[in-house]
């Protein structure tokens, strides 16, 4: 394949592509705007499902090393009331299809699995324009150009490349995460280690609520939920870390101190994450030369699919520009034939299971789901 290839975004849709390129002989160029792979936190647990993302890391030929990295034990669950009585309480017996792995240690291994000099750090993309015959010049925050056959879009909700195919723009979903984290938690914050257990807890009321993950090392990864309007948000000056911390706790007065510590007490200053979709079914007519993934193509609401759907995209991509080398055209018009339905499908599921968590009837409707409609 003389194409050449490059891939805005090192996430782990970018990078899975560029491996399974890899594997079949076909160079990519990754243009990532962090000025290296450790600049900033990729994140908490993902857990990684046998219909997406553990297919992709299959093409990517990674299993053996994703299953190096799996979080034993981190399947358990548990639902608390505010009170903290716990209304349910899943352990991890070993039978879940779902391993646990941090999202830093996944794109670790995929970013080991690829040719020295693949990524290219600190090459933010500014500007993307079309030259004709389907490449494309991309202009970069350092003042630096290139040109690419093929430019495929893996750079997120706020994409660069999105807008030479289409105009949708991610709006608001009307719920926002604050992120904290709790380390050296079981000597340290032992009341709150008790209360998130093993592997994930929820204590969720209509509109509101708190989320931990346990992680490797005595870590608890925390993500408070609250249904405010995106100005409340903007309102927080999250650079005063004590104002910021006290005006989300006051959300949660008379809950659980073992809860709330988890938002007070925190050993990271308070990040807030206001959480954005595209419409569903977004789509687009096919453009010579360019094509999206993982967010760039599909942001929706977070319900545990998106990282496994940005892999899953970037293997289907790479296996199809792999069984057409000398068609680029052909290899995406099949990628993206597959891709609309599929994360339609998703985008259509994803608001339903943002309900069920903060939705009027929460925490029973996520009891329901958690326990199959057979009760606690």
């Known amino acids: 394949m003389a194409t050449s290839v490059t891939i805005v975004g090192a996430g782990l849709g970018g990078l899975t592509l560029a491996r399974v390129l890899h594997v079949h002989g076909i160079p990519a160029t990754v243009c990532e705007a962090d000025a290296s792979a450790d600049v900033r936190g990729q994140g908490g647990r993902l857990d990684i499902h046998e219909h997406n993302g553990q297919l992709a890391l299959e093409e990517a030929g990674l299993v053996g090393e994703f299953l190096a990295h799996v979080h034993q034990g981190?399947?358990?669950?548990?639902?608390?009331?505010?009170?903290?009585?716990?209304?349910?309480?899943?352990?991890?017996?070993?039978?879940?299809?779902?391993?646990?792995?941090?999202?830093?240690?996944?794109?670790?291994?995929?970013?080991?699995?690829?040719?020295?000099?693949?990524?290219?750090?600190?090459?933010?993309?500014?500007?993307?324009?079309?030259?004709?015959?389907?490449?494309?010049?991309?202009?970069?925050?350092?003042?630096?150009?290139?040109?690419?056959?093929?430019?495929?879009?893996?750079?997120?909700?706020?994409?660069?490349?999105?807008?030479?195919?289409?105009?949708a723009e991610p709006e608001y979903v009307g719920t926002s995460f604050v992120e904290t984290y709790l380390f050296d938690a079981d000597r340290r914050h032992p009341a709150c280690a008790k209360a998130v257990g093993?592997?994930?807890?929820?204590?969720?009321?209509?509109?509101?609520?708190?989320?931990?993950?346990?992680?490797?090392?005595?870590?608890?990864?925390?993500?408070?939920?609250?249904?405010?309007?995106?100005?409340?948000?903007?309102?927080?000056?999250?650079?005063?870390?004590?104002?910021?911390?006290?005006?989300?706790?006051?959300?949660?007065?008379?809950?659980?101190?073992?809860?709330?510590?988890?938002?007070?007490?925190?050993?990271?200053?308070?990040?807030?994450?206001?959480?954005?979709?595209?419409?569903?079914?977004?789509?687009?007519d096919r453009v010579p030369g360019v094509t999206l993934l993982g967010d760039a193509a599909h942001l929706m609401p977070p319900n545990g699919e998106g990282a496994n759907l940005a892999m899953l995209d970037g293997a289907e991509l790479g296996r199809a520009l792999a069984a057409h080398p000398d068609d680029v055209e052909a290899a995406l018009a099949q990628y993206e034939q597959a891709l609309f339905p599929r994360s339609t499908a998703e985008a259509v599921e994803a608001p339903r299971d943002f309900e069920t968590c903060f939705g009027a009837d929460t925490p029973g409707s996520l009891l329901e789901l958690l326990t199959g409609g057979q009760g606690g």
């Open 198 to 284: 093993d592997g994930a807890m929820y204590a969720l009321v209509p509109g509101k609520g708190i989320m931990a993950h346990r992680e490797a090392g005595g870590v608890l990864h925390t993500y408070v939920a609250l249904t405010k309007p995106r100005e409340w948000l903007d309102g927080i000056d999250f650079t005063d870390t004590a104002a910021a911390t006290a005006r989300v706790a006051a959300e949660f007065d008379g809950w659980a101190p073992e809860l709330t510590a988890l938002i007070t007490d925190g050993d990271t200053p308070p990040v807030p994450r206001a959480l954005h979709a595209l419409p569903a079914g977004h789509r687009w």
């Open 74 to 167: 981190a399947e358990a669950a548990r639902v608390l009331a505010p009170d903290a009585t716990v209304l349910l309480d899943h352990p991890d017996d070993g039978a879940g299809a779902r391993p646990e792995v941090l999202r830093g240690d996944l794109r670790r291994i995929l970013l080991d699995s690829l040719p020295p000099g693949t990524v290219r750090w600190g090459r933010k993309v500014t500007e993307v324009r079309a030259v004709g015959d389907g490449r494309h010049e991309l202009a970069f925050a350092d003042g630096s150009t290139a040109t690419t056959d093929l430019l495929v879009g893996a750079d997120g909700a706020w994409s660069r490349v999105r807008p030479l195919l289409s105009d």
